[in-house]
């Protein structure tokens, strides 16, 4: 299959097969030598008919919901096969002119023109915000898939569009639109930010990781390199690369080739394609690995956001424990933090120096931590959480289940410090503080109505 022809993310996408024995009217005839070739064609286009109308009468979308019930139950095939169908159409007169207006440098003389991809992600919407807020030209592009509740994204597509942002629905992996998307603007920077995301899924659903952190990255460079002028990029890698490292605080120098994950063993993949693109075709090309961004606007399926969703609904919250009870700790990196590092590294990138497709020089290739070097301990998460939401979390203690997590990270931000100026300068409880009021601010949450049980209502 080309490419460009791929579902969003084909992973989940699967075979029904048919209940035969429960709908015995539905059955074709089977193929037998007295059958008439009238009756088998009526058949055929009668099964074919009822194929169609199935087809085109199944729900299209889930009603909207602000309350994130399970971020699990709408990561099904076909949640994400009718939030693929939901994708409008691009192209045409109107289209193109959004595209190069959201797209314009705006006041920053010298400033960047740049797409985003995963702008109505948890990263993808606060850095796009951030570009435009100080003057640069910047374009969204979004898939919408139903990994997590479709309607936080559209949430942040709303607000990206009152500032000024158009984010254009699409997959990474729609090769003819990304170059329609270069044809129309000759983009500065990438900043590449659309991924599977979560170390855990992987489990559940491994062909999606390699459907949009292998072949959707392979696709962005691929229209990157052809592009004229070939803009620099700026990506997503991970913590999660360190796998079993055991050195800690973890630098760019150790070891990566250890992946504990199949979501880390794509990012690396991710690290070596980028290495790959840089020699050959001349991409500047920084690679930056976050370490648990976390704060409002995050995603429902980490740790810090169901924790606050359970906990407020008095259900019970499982912490992992490692071997011996040993503590689980993450680097925990505010959203803030993070946003100012991807700037920083967008302004450090330096040029692309291929054209045409052929390089002519070399070009950098970096890689960068950002985390915030001060790992705390889940338990630790938990209890700020229970003082900000005045609510005691029923706390599970659990061994850590055999899914990809590592027992902890720890990031050494040297390189990023001395090259990119990066500073994180939010702890997690000011951070978490921060998160606690959006959600309970978005989700209509007044802790002020809490039941007897210390449960909180929604208003
Ligand atoms: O740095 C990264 O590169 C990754 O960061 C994030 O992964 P993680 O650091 O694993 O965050 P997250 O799931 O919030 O678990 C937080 C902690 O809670 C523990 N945890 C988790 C679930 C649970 O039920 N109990 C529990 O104790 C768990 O063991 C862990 O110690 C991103 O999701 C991932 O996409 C990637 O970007």
């Avoid at 595209?99 to 797409?115: E, K």
């Avoid at 070891?255 to 394609?273: F, M, N």
């Avoid at 690995?289 to 606050?308: I, L, N, Q």
């Avoid at 700020?384 to 899914?403: G, Q, S």
Wanted: aromatic content about 10%; proline content about 6%; some cysteine.
């Amino acid at each position: 299959m080309d490419v460009d022809d791929a579902p969003s993310t084909p992973g989940k996408w699967k075979m029904e097969k048919p209940h035969h024995r429960h709908h015995p009217r539905l059955l074709l005839p089977r193929w037998h030598h007295s059958y008439p070739v009238s009756k088998l064609v009526f058949w055929s286009f009668f099964a074919l008919a009822l194929f169609l109308a199935l087809f085109l009468l199944s729900p299209r979308s889930s009603a909207p919901t602000r309350i994130p019930d399970s971020f699990a139950s709408s990561s099904t095939s076909s949640g994400v096969r009718r939030a693929a169908l939901q994708m409008a159409p691009w192209g045409g007169p109107a289209w193109e002119k959004r595209v190069r207006s959201s797209a314009r440098v705006r006041r920053n003389p010298g400033g960047a023109s740049v797409l985003v991809t995963g702008a109505a992600g948890f990263v993808g919407m606060h850095v796009a915000a951030a570009l435009k807020r100080r003057g640069d030209g910047v374009l969204g592009l979004d898939n919408f898939n139903g990994y997590y509740d479709p309607s936080l994204k559209r949430a942040r597509q709303a607000l990206l569009d009152r500032a000024g942002v158009f984010v254009v629905e699409g997959d990474i992996n729609d090769g003819a639109l990304l170059r329609k998307l270069f044809d129309v603007v000759p983009f500065t920077h990438v900043v590449h930010l659309a991924a599977q995301a979560g170390v855990r899924h992987a489990l559940v659903d491994p062909a999606s990781y390699v459907h949009s952190n292998v072949a959707g990255l392979v696709s962005v460079l691929e229209a990157a390199k052809a592009a004229d002028p070939q803009p620099a990029i700026v990506w997503a890698s991970s913590s999660s690369v360190y796998g079993l490292n055991s050195r800690v605080p973890f630098s760019e120098v150790d070891r990566t080739d250890r992946p504990a994950s199949l979501y880390a063993a794509t990012k690396k993949a991710g690290e070596e394609i980028a290495h790959v693109y840089n020699h050959i075709y001349g991409l500047s090309i920084t690679g930056l690995r976050f370490f648990t961004v976390y704060g409002p606007w995050g995603r429902p399926d980490m740790a810090y956001f169901f924790f606050t969703r359970d906990i407020l609904r008095g259900k019970p919250v499982s912490i992992f424990e490692g071997p011996d009870h040993a503590t689980v700790a993450r680097d925990f990196t505010y959203i803030d933090d993070i946003v100012k590092g991807c700037l920083a590294a967008l302004d450090h990138a330096g040029k692309s120096t291929g054209s045409g497709g052929k390089k002519r020089g070399p070009a950098p290739l970096r890689i960068y931590n950002l985390g915030n070097t001060s790992p705390v301990p889940v338990t630790k998460l938990v209890s700020i959480l229970e003082r900000l939401l005045k609510v005691k979390a029923v706390k599970k203690f659990v061994k850590m289940p055999r899914n990809g997590d590592v027992q902890f990270t720890h990031a050494n931000i040297t390189f990023a410090q001395k090259e990119l100026g990066y500073r994180p300068t939010t702890g997690l409880h000011t951070g978490l503080k921060k998160f606690v009021r959006w959600y309970l601010e978005y989700y209509s949450i007044s802790l002020s109505k809490n039941d007897s049980k210390g449960r909180s209502t929604s208003s």
